[in-house]
């Protein structure tokens, strides 16, 4: 069966372009594309991006606010996951507006 395709609309895909064109933020959604599938600690990614914690929280918000990462939260701990549905979509909606 197939799978209904995520639509985006214009103000999603400008919030997505807008927090994907920080190099920190990109670089924790790759990491976080590393992890397959699975959601990764505040602390892993903390120690991937080389940044304080409140900056760390500030960039998470920003890929949160996009759909770009879901947040799991567990007491004072939290994990994220990457939605890779949403930048699936993302790429789509790049290919059909500027292709």
Do not use: N, W
């Not at 197939?2 to 670089?27: F, G, N």
């Not at 991006?49 to 949160?64: D, N, Q, V």
């Amino acid at each position: 069966m197939a799978s209904k395709q995520k639509k985006l609309t214009e103000d999603q895909a400008q919030l997505i372009a807008r927090a994907l064109a920080d190099p920190r933020r990109y670089q924790i959604l790759k990491y976080l594309g590393d992890q397959d599938q699975a959601s990764a600690a505040c602390g892993s990614i903390l120690a991937c991006a080389g940044i304080t914690p409140p900056t760390l929280s500030h960039h998470m918000k920003e890929l949160e606010t996009a759909g770009l990462v879901e947040a799991t939260r567990k007491g004072k701990y939290v994990s994220y996951l990457l939605r890779r549905d949403v930048l699936e979509a993302f790429l789509e909606r790049l290919k059909s507006d500027l292709v």
